[in-house]
Structure formats: C-alpha cells, structure tokens
C-alpha cells in the first residue's frame, strides 16, 4: 500500500541519488543492483519520517501505537530480515512502527524500517490477524527492497523527467499541486511507483509471514473485499493505493489460496483474535478530529489551538496538520496559514521579506481583532511572463506566530486583495465555549442486541456517517443478516 507521500520523497531520494549498489536482497538472497545501498536506505527512512510526522500527525494514544508496534515486530521476527542466514545487517536494523492521525484508510512503508497506518485502517480492519497481514505486507516491501529497485530504475533514466515535470508546477516554491498534494498522479507515473509484481510479491510475503506468526491469514481476505467497496463508495477518500496494487477482488482471492498453502506448510495458524483487536480499538477516532480544525457556518475553527477566521464562499478547504489551505473554486487564488518558527511578528516578516528574488511592495504594522500583526506585500517573477504576487500577515496569538499568506497572479491581484483582507483581517481568538469543546466521533463496539439484518440495527448515526460507510467499516453489507451477540464497530457521537 502507498500513501501520498510520494512528493516528499521524491525531493529526499533525488538529493540522495548518489549513483547505484550492488547489494543483496534479503528475500531472495540474490545479489542486483539497487538505487541506494542498505545504510542509504535508512537513512531515507529516517529523514522522510520525520516529514511524513510532522505531515499527518501522529495519533496520540501510546496503548495502541504500543500494541500496533508489538505486533509489527512479531510479524517482523517471522520475516526474511531476521531469519540466521539473513545478513547481519538486515537482521540488526530496527524497525518502527507507527500510527498516523487519518481518517484515510492507508498503510505505507518508508525504505530501511518505517512502517505507518493510519487509524481510518484500524477501524475498518476486523481482527488482529486481518492487521498481521497489512503489516506483514509492508515488511515485504521492506524487505524486497521495493523502493530502492524502483529508485535504481529511475536512475536509468528518468530523473530528468521528473525535474522537469515537478519544477515546471512550481509558483513562488510553492505549487498549488504541492501545497494540496494533488500531485501524485505525475510522481507516481514516473517516480517510485511499486509494480504490480511487487505488490503481488508483498501479499505473497505478508501472508507467509502473518501464517509464521499464527495468524489466520485467510480473514485478510475480506479486508480487500471491503477496500473494494470503499473505493467504490460515491465521493470516498480513494485510498491511493488502490490504484497501483492488483485488482481487490483478485487479491481477495489470491489471499484466500496463498493462506490455504502457507498453513499446510507452516501448520497451525488460527489466530484471528477479533475481541483483542476490538478491545484494542474502541475509542477510536472516527473520520475527521474538529479539535483540529473544522469548517462551520462559513469560518474555519481550531479549538485546540484556540482562533478562528471566515472562510468566504467558493473557497474549498484543505486541513492538516502542518498547514491550512484555502483554494478559490478556479484555483487562481491560495491561502495558505502555516506556524512561523521566529517569536515575533516582526521578525517572522524580516525573515520572509529577505527570500531571495522576492520584490517588496508594501509592509506596514496593524492589529487585527486585538492581535499584534505585520504584513508585508511582495511580488515574485514565477516565469518569463508571470509573476506572482503575495500578500502576507504574521499574526501573534498566544505564543505563537501565525502566517496567512495569500498568493495569486499578480495580474489578477485587484480581484483578491479583499477576500485575502477578509481572512487575514478576521482572524481572531476563539472564545466560544461551545467551539472550544467540541469532540470527535467515536468507535464504539457493541454486541448486536438481536438477529437482523445489518440496517435494522444500526442507531442513529452522527452526521457525516452513512449507513454504508458503517457496513463498509463493519466488512458487512447493510442487507446482511446479523446474529445476536455479534460484535458491531458503530460511530459514537
Ligand atoms: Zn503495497
């Protein structure tokens, strides 16, 4: 499975592309030539961690990022990495296993020992076996050396391409394809995408080791059946990962075989533990977490770090944790809100009119709502017949400095300048109790009260929740019957 992470790697593995190794693989002992040696590997893996951290978040509950990361080095000791023939390097490099705060259902891995889920997985996974197979499919990629043959290819020939196609998207350094990460579509064509042989590889291998472990690898097989639906389901966050492993419904079956073979090799392997996994999981978060942020009623809220400012009409909102973006429905125009990292307002705005090639307009001092700010108006020559222009608020806020930036074509300034005024200018503290202490949907396991079918015994779902989406998470269909007792995952307002 992969994530969107692909823009961050590509800047990290270009800058690492220090030419090719020949090196062993450890699945398959052979010996080829791959784009970064072992210790480059981790090293990557090290450094794009701490972006892919400091992107989704992590999710804040060491309980289950604890039980997450045990049973990912269960899975891990029944892997190619650390079997006594492995070489030792292989064997003695540690693997870390993590959590991300997404409602999108993704699992990744980073090369040299990363591995991620996010909690929107968990909560649509049914058993500890179904995550000892996820997890064990990401060690494989791992372990394949995925990433770095994939890297050695690229090297042949594409990095050209690629810097090219990324540079051209660029405005200011910061393309709007960047900024919203819609632009997976060009890296994954030409950069880092796994092939479908290695994906079927990693379900080969994640299957062999979850059945190493004990598990019950076959109850994987009706998490892709629900993927499937998933990315069937009108208007659904596309895992995009969908795209570039084998078709759902084909891996359903191929799981079912490849387990069918590895048990009667391996012998018993029938854990599923579904009430652990549940025990485990109740509580979760479910979709979107307002105390980091939310639209409503025509303004963006953060309750945890308490300010407000109005969002204007036409303009879609894009959410995370390192950032804020507004996007006007013809995308000519941005608002982009980010933390500064200097104390003060002043000198967050000395720091940002001192880029390079950044031509100054205006800059003055002024309050908005109470609040210290400075703003600073500059242009930049983005190409050889446009320029951009930028208008800029540092705002202080308890201890922090906040930076509104609002881009657009210098060209089409005049139209935007009182929008961007309305955002920057309404930014404000957030004093609203009611705001301040909203909370998240979540995950509640509940034994089904009588025998119905799935429908019938949902309760009244909080909004943003279809009955759908619920029988998705659940691996059920809405019409299927549901015994008494039957352990139910159900959104709790
Ligand atoms: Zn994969």
Known sequence: MMGRYYLVLIAILVVFAEGCAVSTNPVSGRRR???YTWAEERRIGREADQIIVAQYGLYEDSTLTAYVDSLGQVILAHSHLRRPNTPKAFRETPFVFRVLDSPVVNAFALPGGYIYVTRGLL?????EAQLAVVLGHEIAHVAARHASQRAFELQLGQIALLGGAMLGQEVLGVSAENVLQLGGIVAQLLFLKYSRDDERESDRLGVEYAVRAGYDAAEAAAFFHSLKRLSEQHGARLPSFL???????EREQTIRML???WKQQVGSANQVNQATYY????????????????????AFYHPTLRFWFPVPADYRVVNQPSQVVLVDREQQAMLVLTLATQPSATEAAQAWAAQEALTILNQGNDHVNGLPAVYVLAEKQASENQTVRVLQYFIEHEERVYSLAGFTQAALYARYEPVFLQVMRGFAPLQDPERLNVQPVRLKIQPATRTAPLHALLPALPEA???EAVAIMNQMDLEATVQVGTLLKLPRP
């Open 123 to 127: 909560a649509h996974l049914n058993s």
């Open 279 to 298: 025990a485990r999981i109740e509580g979760l978060v479910l979709g979107d977490d307002p105390r980091q942020g939310y639209v409503a009623d025509g």
């Open 465 to 467: 929740f279809t009955p």
């Open 243 to 249: 795209s570039t492993h084998p078709d759902p419904g």
């Open 33 to 35: 030539l791959y784009g």
């Open 259 to 261: 387990a069918a073979r």
